[in-house]
């Protein structure tokens, strides 16, 4: 079966320091997909990052970085100098390529970044 | 339209009534899923569907749960005589493919409909 462990409930920073949230996953398919989603306050999901397992390049997208290691099963985000508006909270998800391409969601990071 | 859209945005009801949660996908777009936000929950998918059918509804909890889509656009899932235990948030997503299996994206979600039941 597959799942997403975010072990953080939340987490609070002050502007302009760098944070990264945790994202541990479990799955026995070779090929699988991960996601990172954001829901601000008004709780539409909205797409970050997907990652496909193949390739374990990381990426860095102006503040916001992912590190994904298949040897450690872990795809973890890293937002530099974090902003107020970076406050949300942030989902970890990941994807298996059977019929529905259904998404296996961790329980989610609360993110509060303060002036 | 630009973006999916769910109504009622908030809906409380009494325990035992049914209610109908609406999902107006992007259109064009013939992939819509349906997923549960408890509280401190993540997300848990519910049922998927391709046009108008639903090849995976092995997320529905319980048969009171249902769900159709016709004119592979609109879809409405459907909770008959609701129990506290429904009290969620309830997303739809859709995508204009199949899920995100061979483009770099993920599906677009609405902003959900917050279910009560008092």
């Known amino acids: 079966a597959q799942k997403v462990t975010q072990a953080q409930t939340e987490i609070s920073v002050v502007e302009k320091e760098d944070v990264t949230l945790d994202c541990v996953y479990e799955?026995?398919?070779?090929?699988?997909?991960l996601f990172w989603y954001k829901q601000p306050p008004s709780g539409e999901l909205v797409f970050l990052i997907r990652?496909?397992?193949?390739?374990?390049q990381n990426e860095i997208s102006g503040r916001y970085s992912w590190n994904f290691q298949k040897s450690t099963s872990s795809f973890n985000f890293t937002i530099t100098a974090s902003q107020v508006v970076d406050s949300a909270v942030y989902f970890c998800?990941?994807?298996?390529?059977?019929?529905?391409?259904?998404?296996?969601f961790g329980t989610g990071t609360r993110l509060q970044v303060t002036l | 339209g630009a973006g999916v859209s769910q109504s009622p945005s908030n809906k409380v009801t009494e325990k035992g009534k049914d209610v109908e949660l609406r999902c107006d996908p992007i259109s064009g777009h013939t992939a819509l899923y349906w997923y549960r936000q408890s509280l401190g929950q993540g997300l848990e998918f519910l049922i998927y569907?391709?046009?108008?059918?639903?090849?995976?509804k092995s997320g529905l909890p319980s048969d009171r749960f249902s769900a159709e889509r016709t004119g592979g656009s609109v879809s409405t899932l459907t909770i008959q005589r609701t129990q506290q235990e429904d009290s969620a948030v309830y997303l739809c997503?859709?995508?204009?493919?199949?899920?995100?299996?061979?483009?770099?994206?993920?599906?677009?979600f609405g902003s959900g409909t917050r279910l009560t039941v008092v």
């Open positions: 998800a990941l994807g298996d390529t059977g019929t529905a391409s259904k998404l296996t």
């Open positions: 997503a859709s995508s204009s493919h199949r899920g995100f299996v061979r483009y770099n994206y993920g599906y677009t």
């Open positions: 990652r496909n397992s193949f390739d374990e």
């Open positions: 799955t026995r398919d070779t090929t699988y997909y």
């Open positions: 569907f391709q046009g108008n059918s639903a090849p995976d």
